[in-house]
């Protein structure tokens, strides 16, 4: 067992340590999980967040967008994360419709992640607009990860997904957003599809720690959906590194199981019952 791992089961990651580690100067990892299985394995390795991101209308539902993605299926995924993690913060994404229509409808769907799924956290996306919502989830006790820059559920407005941030006027609403975020209370945010020097500038301008996606080396943490860190699926972005060709594995134990069972070579005697 590597030092890592053997540390990593040691602490509960809290809100807390997480801003210790800000201060401290040491990187944070967060990685999506949606069922019990890799929830269990990214645990054990030593991740300190997993995110149950809305993003499982992409990779589970196979959705173009995160759109369609209901509050009951977050919560339903979220428990499933939940039940396999002894270490990290589990981090329940607030999809599209479940905080744009009131601050009080923010609260009563963070209530829900926490109550029915077991979530830790939740997750919002926005800045400015939101903050309202946060600082008001934020006094329910729960605490809040901010998401600004690239924010998925706006894809429409954004006119598809586009780098933000960029230009004197993308650069101050992005500022803008983060610190709006910090003020009303998030214990971190995570800044995605943003140029590297702007995510330096933002994550040295506030006080929460930055998790980066496609935003940099200087964010204060590094977030990759699972799919692409395992190479599951047929496109990533270019901001991506594919740690591992798991749908090539998958793909070519599948063919040899056809194969055996097709010249009759499985089940054999070794796999039978006596």
């Avoid at 690239?150 to 006119?159: A, D, E, F, Y």
């Avoid at 214990?187 to 994550?203: H, K, N, S, Y």
């Avoid at 496609?214 to 699926?233: E, I, R, S």
Wanted: include cysteine.
């Amino acid at each position: 067992m590597s030092n890592v791992t053997a540390s990593a089961r040691e602490h509960r990651i809290t809100v807390r340590s997480l801003d210790q580690r800000k201060r401290k100067g040491e990187p944070i990892t967060m990685l999506t999980a949606y069922d019990f299985t890799f929830a269990r394995i990214f645990d054990a390795a030593g991740i300190d967040l997993l995110l149950v991101g809305d993003s499982l209308g992409n990779v589970v539902q196979g959705c173009d967008t995160t759109l369609p993605v209901t509050l009951d299926e977050v919560i339903y995924h979220t428990r499933l994360v939940a039940r396999g993690v002894r270490r990290s913060l589990v981090v329940g994404d607030m999809p599209f419709g479940s905080y744009q229509v009131s601050s009080e409808d923010a609260v009563r769907s963070a209530i829900r992640m926490v109550k029915e799924a077991g979530a830790q956290a939740v997750k919002l996306e926005g800045g400015v607009q939101v903050a309202e919502s946060i600082e008001r989830i934020v006094g329910a006790q729960i605490p809040v990860m901010g998401h600004v820059g690239l924010t998925p559920q706006s894809v429409h407005k954004m006119g598809g997904f586009r780098v933000q941030g960029r230009g004197d006027q993308g650069r101050t609403r992005v500022i803008e957003d983060a610190l709006a975020v910090q003020a009303a209370g998030a214990f971190a945010v995570v800044l995605e599809g943003i140029p590297a020097e702007l995510g330096r500038e933002v994550t040295q301008r506030l006080d929460i720690p930055t998790i980066g996606i496609g935003a940099g080396p200087d964010c204060d943490g590094q977030v990759l959906v699972m799919h692409d860190l395992l190479g599951l699926n047929d496109w990533t972005p270019s901001f991506v590194k594919q740690y591992a060709n798991l749908g090539a594995v998958a793909s070519s134990a599948a063919r040899s199981f056809a194969e055996e069972v097709g010249n009759r070579k499985f089940p054999d005697e070794a796999h039978s019952y006596r």
